[in-house]
């Protein structure tokens, strides 16, 4: 895989099905910088009659005979899936138990083909019949907005009616209800699953016969009232829904309510959050299911915290979503999160939808869905999308009667073929028999599909997560931080520079297409769009750097790394050096600048310069934002090139960069010794293990007696993020925009040290004077299972973390985690990769080691270099250990 392209790949996360500006942005003529085109085969090739002078490097372009035009096999590779959603997999099995304490079905179900199933967890995320969403979870407090009114204890007299649901009436002794019948809410302490239960029974039978539950919600906040007030409610059934399985609406009075001097200072809280709760749920009823919900209040959110993002139209389509039917709704959430673009309405069959083709019908005249039926209405584009709705043995129905050969067997080979006739007379024909084995076939509106995908960003922050992080939510598989979502500074300040950011998205994704189908000329489009478009960077470089990476030139510098990339596979390094030379003009605080300048002065070597290489590399040095791994290169190539007669003066940092790390060599009997291969031996119990294993089982032997884990970086930003929880996610205004975040978002910034520095230090303080195993323990007892940025809670047991920080010893770990915390973004990966410890007698002081593992023909990268004479300057235990087959043994 190209250099860049993972980290495009979660910029874009799922791709957009249509792109409004596909057309407007691959036709409109673009000045080519670049001075490249490509030929009949797809190869690069310098434009005719060009000097291939740039202003940023004065040197003509090298003879195009040298270059090698073959696509490399990183190329080759196809895209990589960045997210797999919950909405299209299938990953949890066994018993659970709903909200109200009663048994649920096992849901695992087999993986489908997301082309032609329309299984998802969304039907996986209805576990219970209490499907109110928690507006305030402890993270995001509802905003004054949001709460419809307050009512205090004088108010609240036992005459005002509250109106509320029955749920989970699935499990009820009672299947036929009648309208204005009579109910009582009775209190069920002994429920396993939920102790603050309220049941609600039927006056029928003496009130013995449970119709249901109170909402979980509601029940979390009167139940205590219940129990400690020995409130009483009674009330009636308002409506009887035709579905026995809907929640019921019914309507409750309290005919005991304690006086104000009966009650203490938990009763006003709990009874206001109680009347909270109600009034949320009558926008946002039961009968919904959960993932309509969840839509529901994305959007709303959304509308609400960025209105001005919206143009008065936009934000009336969006508002006209709950007006909808029920079906409607539910359909066109349902078709959203499949692949689409285009549905088959035969393969359209939801069990919470009880009329589709109604449903559909409804939303094509509303503006959400584009339907077609008619052949007139089928042209070039949409037949060539349509047909990829058809299975192989239809595709070989209609060549075999309109008589059409096709050259291969496959799907795409067929498609091919019926487009290849389209024009040769037998169009209206050939729509005609598609259209009849398809039938009545839909697809979102360009306007939905961008407003929803807007909604989306702005929602999450990010391509990687969607409706599915709901799901998660809502199952428990994750559980998110508790934090304050304190406004400041919007990412996004007005509409202008979020179109711009849509924009650039649109761009990184057509870059991601062209390199899958090895389109170079949409390649070369895509950057030379994108090359002008980064000069207009203004990043700031105080505390709103977090927000940088919400600008159209932040993505567009993404797409123009991954051009350099793609022309130094193609040994095109002097138009690698412009945008190099470009992107380090335009972004002067950046923490990528380090690995730039570390690729521009190696494509200046590549291209025989090594004079301008050295100053390159020199002048790097100078850069603040120049660090760790990208630092030592640095400093390597300055040692390998400041030869006489270029540098008479050896530098300053030679000792440093040659600083010996202690190294060990073992032996181990090898299964393969092959290049390009993971080597595999033979361990001290006979099984096969991998190099790390090895090396653990040597030093847990004859090595010393160590204990110790294959953790790399992940037990120490696990421990950096137990020890620094309370300040990750400490009261910082502007850093938590959602309720789906597991770190702050300037963590990878400078500005979270500055910002906390004196939170941070003194945290440190208590860590270096020997506190930091009880603060461990305390943290992880406190958040276990809670999702945080580095994490790893499934990796390693409170023994292990224990061990290790014990160890380690204080000074060494708050050495660690100041640099995590000064820059975690160059200190977040490349650690050694055992971590070993071992106890003294007394069984409570003991010692670490830290040790990278390499392989016979392996090196360190300049990364681990950086890490390791860090971790000796701050007092670590560090070695290096090198593994030697002793002979190749053939499997």
């Not at 989970?168 to 009672?174: N, T, Y």
Request: glycine content about 6%.
């Amino acid at each position: 895989m190209l250099t860049g392209r993972e980290s495009l790949l979660r910029l874009i996360g799922k791709r957009r099905r249509s792109l409004p500006n596909r057309h407007l942005l691959l036709s409109v003529p673009t000045p080519n910088s670049l001075n490249l085109d490509v030929n009949d085969y797809g190869n690069l090739i310098s434009v005719a009659g060009d000097d291939c002078r740039f202003s940023e490097d004065p040197t003509p372009l090298n003879d195009p005979s040298k270059f090698s035009d073959d696509l490399s096999s990183s190329m080759k590779k196809k895209r990589k899936l960045t997210q797999t959603t919950l909405l299209q997999s299938s990953f949890w099995s066994g018993p659970k138990q709903s909200e109200d304490g009663l048994v649920i079905r096992n849901l695992q179900q087999p993986i489908l083909d997301s082309e032609t199933s329309e299984f998802n967890l969304m039907q996986r995320s209805e576990l219970s019949e209490s499907i109110c969403f928690k507006v305030d979870d402890g993270s995001c407090p509802p905003s004054s907005e949001e709460i419809s009114k307050t009512v205090t204890l004088d108010e609240a007299n036992g005459t005002e009616a509250i109106q509320t649901f029955i749920v989970g009436r699935k499990f009820s002794d009672v299947q036929d209800l009648e309208i204005g019948g009579n109910i009582c809410l009775l209190r069920h302490p002994e429920n396993i699953k939920d102790h603050n239960a309220i049941k609600v029974l039927s006056s029928k039978s003496g009130f013995s016969e449970m119709l249901g539950y109170l909402p979980k919600d509601l029940s979390q906040c009167l139940a205590p009232l219940i129990d400690e007030y020995d409130l009483k409610f009674e009330g009636t059934i308002t409506y009887v829904p035709k579905n026995s399985a809907e929640a019921v609406p019914i309507k409750v009075v309290c005919h005991k309510m304690p006086s104000e001097s009966e009650v203490s200072g938990d009763f006003k809280p709990l009874w206001e959050k109680f009347l909270q709760v109600v009034d949320h749920q009558m926008q946002f009823p039961p009968k919904t299911t959960r993932y309509q919900l969840n839509f529901n209040v994305l959007v709303q959110e959304v509308l609400r915290s960025c209105s001005h993002l919206f143009t008065a139209d936009e934000k009336a389509f969006l508002e006209s979503f709950p007006s909808l039917s029920e079906d409607s709704q539910r359909l066109f959430i349902r078709l959203y999160t499949r692949k689409g673009p285009w549905f088959r309405l035969s393969n359209i069959s939801y069990p919470e939808v009880s009329d589709s083709l109604q449903a559909l019908k409804d939303l094509t005249v509303r503006g959400f869905m584009s339907s077609v039926k008619d052949a007139n209405e089928l042209d070039y584009e949409k037949m060539k999308e349509i047909l990829e709705l058809l299975n192989v043995a239809e595709l070989r129905d209609i060549l075999s009667t309109n008589k059409v050969f096709s050259r291969g067997s496959r799907k795409r080979d067929l498609i091919n073929s019926l487009c290849s006739c389209y024009n040769d007379g037998t169009r209206i024909n050939l729509v005609t028999m598609i259209l009849e084995r398809t039938g009545l076939c839909a697809k979102m509106s360009v306007t939905a599909e961008s407003l929803i995908w807007r909604v989306e960003r702005l929602f999450f922050l990010n391509g990687e997560q969607d409706l599915s992080s709901f799901v998660l939510l809502d199952l428990g598989i994750i559980k998110y931080p508790t934090y304050k979502c304190i406004d400041s500074e919007k990412s996004f300040s007005n509409r202008t520079k979020l179109l711009a950011y849509e924009e650039a998205i649109e761009v990184a994704q057509f870059m991601d297409e062209a390199l899958e189908s090895e389109d170079s000329q949409t390649v070369l489009k895509c950057i030379m769009i994108a090359e002008p478009r980064i000069s207009s960077a203004s990043l700031d470089s105080a505390n709103l750097v977090a927000f940088n990476r919400f600008t159209a030139p932040w993505v567009y510098s993404k797409v123009v790394l991954l051009g350099v990339s793609f022309l130094e596979n193609h040994k095109r390094y002097n138009q690698a050096v412009y945008l190099l030379r470009r992107l380090l003009s335009c972004f002067d605080c950046e923490g990528r600048r380090g690995y730039w300048t570390v690729r521009l002065s190696t494509d200046l070597e590549h291209m025989g310069r090594p004079n301008e290489s050295l100053l390159v590399a020199e002048q790097g040095l100078l850069d603040p934002w120049v660090r760790a791994g990208s630092r030592v290169a640095l400093q390597r190539r300055i040692l390998r090139l400041a030869k006489p007669p270029r540098r008479w003066k050896a530098p300053t940092f030679s000792n440093l960069v040659e600083n010996k790390i202690p190294e060990v060599t073992i032996q181990g009997r090898s299964l393969n010794c092959e290049v390009g291969m993971k080597n595999r031996f033979y361990g001290e119990d006979g099984e096969q293990c991998g190099v790390e294993q090895l090396a653990l089982q040597y030093y847990n032997g004859e090595g010393g007696g160590w204990q110790g884990l294959h953790t790399e970086s992940s037990i120490w930003l696990t421990i950096f993020g137990l020890l620094m929880w309370d300040i990750l996610f400490s009261d910082v205004p502007g850093v938590f925009q959602t309720r789906f975040q597991t770190a702050p978002l300037d963590l990878e910034t400078e500005s979270f040290y500055i910002t906390r520095k004196e939170t941070i230090e003194s945290q440190l303080e208590k860590v270096a004077n020997g506190m930091a195993e009880e603060i461990l323990i305390i943290s992880y007892e406190t958040h276990r299972g809670t999702a945080c940025r580095g994490v790893a809670w499934e990796r390693f047991s409170l023994e292990e973390l224990r061990a290790a920080v014990a160890c380690v010893g204080g000074v060494c770990v708050a050495s660690l985690c100041r640099h995590l915390a000064q820059d975690y973004r160059s200190w977040c990966s490349g650690m050694p990769d055992l971590l070993l410890w071992r106890f003294k007698e007394n069984g409570y002081e003991g010692e670490a080691k830290l040790v990278e593992v390499k392989s016979e023909k392996d090196r360190l990268s300049e990364q681990q270099r950086a890490w390791l004479v860090l971790l000796m300057d701050s007092g670590f235990n560090v070695e290096i250990c090198k593994v030697r087959p002793a002979c190749l043994i053939k499997p």
